[in-house]
């Protein structure tokens, strides 16, 4: 037994090199791959030697979640272990999430062994058999930066070195390792993981010629627009955004917006849909975003001049994706804000156009708040509105609180009446793949254990992020937050899909979109029963306030809450 403790295995240095390499949490669904690291991690913990803390996932797509909300927060890259081919497989879109979103998460599976009874580690029982297969990367290569397998145990700190620093550099990512259990179990040598040289690539600048050339058309335009959807993502940004804009009248959209990319009440922020200052925009900056606007619905002029600044200017993994532009400009947002913000200082400017634009612009600001305020005016005996139920939200959360918004059909109404003004306060989940909020939630609390964090979602996204493994996480690592279901009884982004392709179509006609939740689960109780949360379901407006608080105050106890709002539904279709 003491020969066989004093191992060092390569699992132990994988181990290790994680611990050195900054990652504090492993999102775990441990299988018959893993009983090396099972090991190491029990060596450590008998010899009180740090490693980073196994967070026990039921299900694999919550520990995929869990890491990016932590990614998002932090900024940090975590570790989700997985289990050969199926549990790869059952990270599901959750991986498509942190792709787009250009998320840091360190993905490790293991292999089926790859002998028969000849080595140490070798097949065991008829999963292993089960579980061989011809390409397991293949079912992550298309959302990961880069994925590997590991060969031997004497290279392993180089191997989780290299695979956190491209994680970690622009434009960042998932990335995907993979280790059979022969491998885990080679004896090596005990080497410190080197600390230096690891470091993500340095942040890239605009060229000399392509700031002269902004400065000039930002300086001489009109009507300038910017667009942005996560440049807030590093909250460094939002400052500098500010500055450019203040000093040169320029508005804001934030379309598709996944984090605070400009304060929501600045008088030149124009709200969250391109539709309404498209059309006279004469110079358009681009800053971080995948789809400024949609071709085929709403575009620029044909004389405008746009610019595109990103880290990922040409959506390189994106098969098919035009947005043409005046020149495109592969910088970091932040190192091109403090470029031209610091020509502009020397600019000649026009003054009087600027101050007419500041107010023109001020003034369209001030009739959009007020259109929206109109709207969430709740009238009695009616369904609750999701304007309403949004409005009493903004009563109970502070601006630190953590929004987590995967509210689909109704995230531009949560953006319009929970305005969000204060840097790395808001998030969305930057991809497609439904069920991201719950996992988020948790990885964001653990992330910022003393923020209140507010997760905000569908109740067919609700349905997406596996609740019942959710709340049973949450309650065991004690992570509590709100969970507020705007629940319509069905997904809507469906059938505003059909009616747009089909407005006076025989689906329209029918009501029959097979889309809607006509035997509805009692939402609130799957994450009491699974989790121990407050739940409470709400069918009355003036119930609203009051149900919100209760949740607020149940999660300051430390237990998590989840308040299932029913709004008006989709459809009555019932065959």
């Not at 358009?284 to 619905?297: F, T, Y």
Request: negative net charge; charged residues 25%.
């Amino acid at each position: 037994m003491e020969r066989q403790n004093s191992r060092h295995t390569t699992a132990d240095a994988f181990l290790q090199a994680l611990q050195d390499g900054g990652v504090e949490y492993l999102f775990s669904n441990f299988g018959s791959d893993h009983p090396t690291i099972i090991e190491g991690l029990a060596k450590a913990k008998a010899e009180k030697r740090d490693l980073p803390k196994v967070i026990i996932c039921p299900h694999e797509h919550v520990a995929m979640s869990a890491a990016h909300g932590y990614a998002q927060v932090s900024g940090r890259a975590q570790g989700v272990f997985v289990h050969c081919d199926v549990g790869t497989q059952n990270l599901g879109g959750a991986v498509h999430n942190a792709s787009r979103a250009r998320v840091p998460v360190f993905i490790f599976a293991g292999e089926t062994p790859y002998t028969i009874e000849e080595m140490r580690g070798a097949r065991k029982s008829p999963a292993n058999f089960l579980q061989d297969t011809y390409d397991q990367h293949g079912v992550l290569r298309p959302y990961v930066k880069w994925n590997y397998s590991i060969r031997t145990g004497t290279n392993i700190q180089q191997v989780v070195n290299r695979a956190l620093q491209l994680a970690h550099s622009e434009p960042k990512g998932p990335v995907y390792l993979t280790g059979a259990r022969e491998v885990l179990e080679e004896d090596v040598q005990r080497e410190a993981s080197p600390k230096k040289g690891w470091s993500p690539l340095e942040s890239a600048a605009l060229p000399e010629s392509g700031i002269e050339e902004l400065t000039k058309s930002l300086v001489e335009a009109e009507n300038p627009l910017v667009i942005t959807s996560y440049a807030g993502r590093n909250p460094a940004v939002v400052p500098e955004l500010v500055r450019l804009c203040e000093k040169l009248s320029i508005p804001v959209v934030e379309h598709y917006s996944s984090y605070v990319n400009f304060p929501a009440d600045h008088p030149l922020h124009l709200g969250y849909s391109i539709e309404e200052c498209i059309s006279d925009a004469d110079v358009i900056l681009i800053l971080d975003a995948d789809v400024p606007w949609i071709p085929s619905i709403k575009k620029p002029q044909e004389s405008a001049k746009a610019y595109y600044i990103d880290v990922d200017p040409l959506k390189e993994q994106l098969p098919l994706w035009s947005m043409p532009s005046e020149r495109y400009f592969k910088a970091d947002v932040y190192e091109a804000l403090l470029q031209l913000n610091r020509c502009i200082e020397s600019a000649a400017l026009s003054i009087g156009k600027i101050e007419e634009r500041k107010q023109r612009i001020t003034a369209l600001h001030q009739r959009q708040r007020e259109a929206w305020q109109q709207k969430e005016q709740q009238l009695p005996d009616q369904p609750i509105t999701p304007e309403w139920l949004t409005a009493c939200l903004r009563e109970v959360v502070d601006e630190d609180t953590l929004i987590f918004n995967e509210t689909i059909t109704n995230a531009k109404v949560v953006n319009q009446h929970l305005p969000r003004r204060k840097p790395g306060t808001f998030f969305g989940s930057g991809g497609t793949s439904l069920g991201w909020n719950g996992g988020a939630a948790i990885g964001a609390k653990l992330a910022s254990p003393d923020k209140t964090v507010v997760n905000l979602t569908g109740d067919g996204s609700y349905f997406f992020s596996i609740p019942s493994s959710v709340h049973w996480v949450s309650r065991k690592y004690k992570a509590p937050f709100l969970t507020v279901i705007y629940n319509n009884q069905g997904w809507k982004a469906t059938k505003h899909n059909v009616d747009r392709l089909y407005p006076n179509g025989r689906a329209q006609e029918l009501d029959s979109y097979w889309v809607n939740f006509d035997q509805p689960a009692d939402f609130s109780k799957i994450a009491e029963a699974a989790g121990g949360a407050y739940a409470e379901r709400v069918t009355a407006a003036e119930e609203v306030k009051a149900a919100l608080r209760r949740g607020m105050e149940a999660v300051s106890a430390g237990r998590s809450a989840v308040i299932d709002v029913v709004i008006a539904g989709i459809s009555k279709q019932v065959d």
